[in-house]
Each structure stands twice: as structure tokens, then as C-alpha cells.
T-cell receptor, first 114, second 112 residues
Framework: NAGVTQTPKFRVLKTGQSMTLLCAQDMNHEYMYWYRQDPGMGLRLIHYSVGEGTTAKGEVPDGYNVSRLKKQNFLLGLESAAPSQTSVYFC?????????????FGDGTRLSIL | GESVGLHLPTLSVQEGDNSIINCAYSNSASDYFIWYKQESGKGPQFIIDIRSNMDKRQGQRVTVLLNKTVKHLSLQIAATQPGDSAVYFCAELGSGFNKFYFGSGTKLNVKP
């Protein structure tokens, strides 16, 4: 059982380049989330989805876009990468069965923008 | 306890001792809390959760205590082992659908 899988694990971009981070979960979870983690700070929510075909903004959505075309996949896009987007990005998912469910995380994508 | 900033608080304990990690949360209306463990280069791993109608919950070698009066959460790890070395952080359920707010974490260093 793979859980939450993120690809790629590492990436270096130049300012202005675009890329897509991929997240896949095999737990049939309804909810999926994208976070960024910066040194000494808690996880901050970028975007989330409560079901296939739906997305919503989190705390820090600017500069990012997302898509949830399939239930098991949640994609995070950087349209024009900036050095401020250098971070570790985590995807998470949680089940639908009521509120108050723990989120399950992938192992992250380490992204550096030069 | 946890704080926002560049440097994580660090707790150093001897192998076999008990560890206590603290967390202050902000929203008195929060009714669900989770402790996560994050090892270097890995994603956060669920350890234990507690709902606001409880004061204490025990798992395997871990206990979470909730004090709603002072908005304080603690994680106790019994007989700490080298494999427990990691960053631990708490999460509180905020408003909205299953949206959490995460603390910055405490680094636990277990000395053999």
C-alpha cells in the first residue's frame, strides 16, 4: 500500500520556468491538500480539494494553480517560478467519513528556484 | 513549546527516559488535535489524535494530554528510543472542512 506518492522528489528550476508537481493517493480519499514547509515554520496550506473536479484556495495560493481531474491525483502547478517559492512541498489526503480525520502525507518534493 | 521562527526548539533526552513535548494552540473553539512526527527527509507521520471531549488519550508508548483551560497540548513518549529522534508538531483543526493549522515543531534528540 503506497499511501501518498509525490513526484518528483527533487527539482531545481530557473526563475520564470514552469512545472507541475504530481501527487497520487491510493486510499480512495476524497480530500487532498498541498502544503509548503519552510525552515522553522509550520506547514502552510496552498490549495485543497474536497472532491474530484473541485479546488479551493488555502492560506498562500498566489503563484500556484491546482487541478483534480481524477480522484486519486492532485496536481500543483507553478506558472512562473520565483525564488520565494523555494520550499519543500507536501501533498496530503484524508477520508470523507465525517470531519476530524487525520491527514496522510507524502514524503515531499524539494524545490529550489534559482 | 513550539514557536514560529527560524530555529526550532530542541529537546535532548537520554535513551530510556520519558520525553514531554508541548504545544500551545490558539483557537479555543478547536475540537480536534493531532500530533505528527517528521523524520529528516520524510513527510509528517500521524502519531495520535485527541478530540476536545477528552483530556487524555494513550497509544503505544505515547500519551497526549489536552488542557482546554490554558489551550495546551502535550505529547509524552515513554522509554524514548533513538528511533524517536525527529521533529514533532501539533496540528489543530481550524474552521472549514478538515483544514488544520500546524505548529512549527520541536526537535527531539535522543542520546544513546
Amino acid at each position: 500500500n503506497a499511501g501518498v506518492t509525490q513526484t518528483p522528489k527533487f527539482r531545481v528550476l530557473k526563475t520564470g520556468q514552469s512545472m507541475t508537481l504530481l501527487c497520487a493517493q491510493d486510499m480512495n480519499h476524497e480530500y487532498m491538500y498541498w502544503y509548503r514547509q519552510d525552515p522553522g515554520m509550520g506547514l502552510r496550506l496552498i490549495h485543497y480539494s474536497v472532491g474530484e473536479g473541485t479546488t479551493a484556495k488555502g492560506e498562500v495560493p498566489d503563484g500556484y494553480n491546482v487541478s483534480r481531474l481524477k480522484k486519486q491525483n492532485f496536481l500543483l502547478g507553478l506558472e512562473s517560478a520565483a525564488p520565494s517559492q523555494t520550499s519543500v512541498y507536501f501533498c496530503a489526503s484524508s477520508s470523507w467519513t465525517g470531519n476530524n480525520q487525520p491527514q496522510h502525507f507524502g514524503d515531499g518534493t524539494r524545490l529550489s528556484i534559482l | 513549546g513550539e514557536s514560529v521562527g527560524l530555529h526550532l526548539p530542541t529537546l535532548s533526552v537520554q535513551e530510556g527516559d520519558n520525553s514531554i513535548i508541548n504545544c500551545a494552540y490558539s483557537n479555543s473553539a478547536s475540537d480536534y488535535f493531532i500530533w505528527y512526527k517528521q523524520e529528516s527527509g520524510k513527510g509528517p507521520q500521524f502519531i495520535i489524535d485527541i478530540r476536545s471531549n477528552m483530556d487524555k488519550r494513550q497509544g503505544q508508548r505515547v500519551t497526549v494530554l489536552l488542557n482546554k483551560t490554558v489551550k495546551h497540548l502535550s505529547l509524552q513518549i515513554a522509554a524514548t528510543q533513538p528511533g524517536d529522534s525527529a521533529v514533532y508538531f501539533c496540528a489543530e483543526l481550524g474552521s472549514g472542512f478538515n483544514k488544520f493549522y500546524f505548529g512549527s515543531g520541536t526537535k527531539l534528540n535522543v542520546k544513546p
